[in-house]
């Protein structure tokens, strides 16, 4: 059984930071793809970031480039995201996730997700 535990999440003012972080059991987390996705009050699932399971490679949505951070401990089965310069329009619930079978780096079709941590940036 796969289970994805998220942490982190907080309210914060408009240009603060924060680290989320998942921690993950019964998968292979480090042969594993990983990614983050959030849901925003009233609208879809939307992707954010991807990670190959060395770590090496990552992916951002536009949305998110040059202020988050996605990355992995493999050794402690752990995905990480660092969000800095944080907008009002980050205010959503954050999922870690992972998928099975054919990798796609821009999906919101997981197989897997957590019960998501809620961040709120707000004055």
């Known amino acids: 059984q796969v289970h994805l535990v998220e942490s982190g999440g907080d309210s914060v003012q408009p240009g603060g930071s924060l680290r989320l972080s998942c921690a993950a059991s019964g998968v292979a987390f480090s042969g594993n793809w990983m990614y983050w996705a959030r849901q925003a009050p009233g609208k879809g699932l939307e992707w954010i970031s991807t990670i190959n399971p060395s770590g090496a490679n990552t992916y951002y949505a536009e949305s998110v480039k040059g202020r988050f951070t996605i990355s992995r401990a493999n050794a402690r089965n752990t995905l990480y995201l660092e969000m800095r310069s944080l907008k009002s329009e980050d205010t959503a619930v954050y999922y870690c996730?992972?998928?099975?079978?054919?990798?796609?780096?821009?999906?919101?079709?997981?197989?897997?997700r957590g019960q998501g941590t809620q961040v709120t940036v707000s004055s």
């Open positions: 996730a992972s998928r099975r079978g054919t990798v796609q780096i821009r999906t919101t079709t997981f197989n897997y």
